[in-house]
């Protein structure tokens, strides 16, 4: 089966400007995440969706993360400014249910730079 | 309030030779439990998953790991290294709801041939 599909793989920005990623996750997947993971760190919620509606985004910094899964299937993660310390991995994850995390599926994520 | 501590950040074995990745967890009640391993350039992928079952686990590529609760531990195993064990591994925990992750600060494994 195809696995959780995100892009792009790399950006490279400078602060200030803005960035968007996409992830489509596994078909039936009714659950997406995503996280944030720092150079050295483990990986951190950013945001939990089931279906369209968002299940959890308190560690979202909702003064400039912001993010969407308007039709229940794939989503977008948007940055408006990016500051330095946005440099991270971003991780899009989907499970069938989020009854049933540990069964996450990742995509490859994408890497961010700010410069 | 939930959390792992990955004990080692790095770890080196040759290959042949048992591997250990060292897990504690703190919960408030009884927790699930998951090894992921991050290959570089590649995505997440669930090697093993407690969820107060048996309380010895087995996994994908030979790995397993031991839930105690006296000891708090979800350490993983592993009888012989391969080179293709080189790689980021997380310890995880899960709510109560089994709705978010709590991620560890992972091992770097190392294959020496």
């Known amino acids: 089966e195809a696995g959780v599909a995100q892009s792009p793989r790399y950006k490279i920005i400078e602060k200030r400007q803005s960035v968007a990623f996409w992830c489509n996750p596994i078909s039936g997947h009714a659950t997406l995440y995503w996280y944030q993971q720092i150079l050295g760190q483990g990986p951190k919620l950013l945001i939990q969706?089931?279906?369209?509606?968002?299940?959890?985004d308190s560690q979202l910094p909702k003064d400039r993360f912001s993010a969407e899964r308007l039709k229940g299937v794939d989503s977008t993660l948007k940055i408006q400014p990016a500051k330095l310390e946005d440099s991270a991995v971003y991780l899009c994850a989907s499970s069938l249910s989020f009854m049933r995390v540990g069964e996450a599926f990742f995509g490859q994520g994408t890497r961010l730079t700010v410069v | 309030a939930q959390s792992v501590t990955q004990l080692d950040s790095h770890v080196s074995v040759s290959e042949g030779t048992p591997v250990l990745l060292r897990c504690n967890y703190s919960s408030s009640y009884s927790p699930s439990l998951f090894w992921y391993v991050q290959h570089p350039n590649k995505g997440l992928q669930l090697l093993l998953k407690?969820?107060?079952?048996?309380?010895l686990v087995k996994g994908i590529n030979g790995f397993e790991a031991e839930f105690k609760k006296s000891e708090t531990s979800f350490h993983l195993t592993k009888p012989s290294a391969h080179m293709s064990d080189a790689a980021e591994y997380f310890c995880?925990?899960?709510?109560?709801?089994?709705?978010?992750?709590?991620f560890g600060t992972g091992t770097s494994l190392t294959v020496i041939p």
């Open positions: 995880v925990v899960t709510t109560n709801t089994g709705n978010q992750f709590y």
């Open positions: 407690y969820t107060s079952a048996a309380t």
């Open positions: 969706f089931q279906n369209n509606g968002v299940v959890d």
